[in-house]
């Protein structure tokens, strides 16, 4: 009999949710992680807890709220004089946060009865016989070395950020996600390396907070997988806003010297050399699948190294699943969450399932960014008639009283059935609004479905009300 049910490598948003599931299914469930926070301290919670999603939207709440004293309360008849900014108040209010988080973990592993094995695992070749093999899973960690075996292995073991040869991190002068979230004084110039959504979060947090930011982006596209028309309304807000973006920009070397790290780069116009206080390199993650004896045992992955893995989580090798940033997909937090319920729900012999094509998307910038679905450039390469329907937050009343006008909702519906097949959003609380959406689409709704549902006033809102009704040519309000 194997120690465990479900062993998972991985205490991320992937692998932690799966467990707690698991477990909550009555399965005998563990949980392998190691991560160790820059004090010593072992944590859950990954990536996303540690060094991404979390600690990179608490800075983003604090910067905007420095910004946001310094140049957006006079509108509001209030005026607050000379504004400082106590960095290291700011980084400790973020590293509380990611405490308390991670430290829920652990409560709620040990209100479900996961046990957490500390240290980093490795799948290994069981004994078999007539029934499925019963797996071994080695770890490594603080208490040295240890062996479980598992009917069921869940591999959760995430994502790492892309190297590249011309930008080597130091982790002091060139740094990654984990580095730009700690910097001990703000850069007076800052570069970085990639506009996509990390380098676009992590930039706008150190511009407010008094940085001059250039983003050098090797695609001629800004944002190319979003909606073209919210991708040149966030470019030129951000532009406004001061964030120097520069498209078509390849970095092909660094040095770092004393006045900062220089950086050459080429783009349309040529060679050229800029020199900044710090780097980010922020070219986007692989999967993390290092150590875990994904290859030795032979887990099929694809050219990009993914984990290959059925419809329902599974990979070629029995009672072997895989979840999150190292199975193919959108590399994010929610989509890795929903996975390893599904995958733990399957494993208990339930009807377990994601619906990949409604997961959102969203950039935490200011104006926020958010869809779901296709885009009107997916729908015409695939040939699919639809109508398209906009509402400037210009025009609704919220916003107004925000003062944030900037943006506007898109929706997309079929030509036929007026299905829902896309929703966009640039603009105020895209982050919260664009659940509506998700919901609408997982149900199948038309746009004439939200276009009859009603909406508070005055709220944000009605501006997905109205872009509903936009889709049949009758809004009310513009």
């Known amino acids: ?57 608490a800075l983003l ?36 946060i990611v405490s308390t988080l991670t430290g829920g973990i652990q409560g709620l592993f040990k209100k479900n009865k996961v046990e957490w094995l500390k240290g980093f695992g490795r799948l290994e070749k069981g004994a078999s016989g007539d029934a499925a093999p019963v797996w071994q899973v080695s770890i490594d960690g603080p208490d040295g070395h240890k062996t479980v075996s598992a009917t069921h292995v869940i591999l959760a073991t995430g994502s790492r950020p892309r190297p590249i040869d011309a930008a080597p991190i130091d982790g002091k002068n060139i740094v990654d996600n984990a580095g730009a979230l700690a910097f001990d004084k703000v ?99 692989v999967p993390y699948t290092d150590g875990s004896g994904v290859r030795e ?30 199975t193919p997909g959108p590399m994010l937090a929610h989509k890795a969450s929903e996975e390893g319920v599904m995958v733990a729900e399957c494993i208990a012999g339930q009807h377990g399932h994601c619906d990949h094509a409604v997961v959102p998307w969203v950039i935490y910038t200011h104006p926020e960014i958010a869809w779901v679905g296709q885009t009107e450039t997916q729908l015409k390469a695939a040939g699919i008639e639809y109508r398209a329907g906009s509402f400037p937050f210009a025009a609704n009343g919220r916003a107004r009283s925000m003062n944030a006008t900037g943006g506007f909702v898109k929706m997309l519906a079929c030509a036929k059935t007026d299905r829902l097949l896309g929703v966009h959003i640039v603009g105020p ?34 501006s997905m009300h109205e872009a509903a009704l936009a889709v049949d040519k009758r809004t009310l309000h513009l």
């Open 61 to 96: 709440e604090s910067s905007e709220h420095f910004e946001q004293a310094q140049h957006g309360l006079g509108d509001h008849g209030i005026s607050v004089g000379s504004v400082k900014l106590d960095l290291q108040k700011l980084l400790a209010r973020k590293d509380g």
């Open 429 to 462: 609380q895209a982050s919260e609004l664009i659940s509506e959406a998700v919901v609408a689409m997982a149900f199948g709704a038309a746009s004439e479905d939200l276009a009859r549902i009603v909406h508070a006033h005055p709220s944000l809102s009605e």
């Open 1 to 57: 009999m194997a120690d465990f049910d479900v062993v998972v490598i991985g205490g991320g948003p992937g692998g932690y949710v799966a467990a707690i599931r698991a477990a909550q299914l009555g399965l005998r469930t563990a949980c392998v992680e190691g991560w160790t926070t820059p004090s010593g301290q072992l944590a859950l919670g990954g990536t996303c807890l540690n060094v991404g999603c979390i600690p990179s939207k």
């Open 297 to 326: 045992i032979g887990v099929a992955c694809n050219e990009r190294g993914f984990i290959v893995t059925d419809a329902r989580g599974h990979t070629n090798l029995p009672n072997v699943w895989a979840v999150g940033d190292c």
């Open 187 to 285: 850069p007076k110039t800052l570069g970085v390396i990639g506009a996509g959504v990390i380098g676009l979060e992590l930039g706008s947090v150190w511009r407010r907070l008094g940085s001059q930011v250039t983003l050098l982006e090797a695609m001629p596209e800004f944002l190319a997988l979003a909606d073209a028309q919210v991708a040149a309304e966030a470019h030129k807000q951000f532009t406004a806003q001061g964030l120097d973006i520069r498209l078509g920009a390849t970095v092909t070397a660094t040095k770092v010297g004393k006045s900062g790290v220089e950086v050459t780069f080429k783009d349309s116009d040529g060679e050229h050399t800029a020199t900044f206080d710090k780097l980010i390199v922020a070219v986007g993650r």
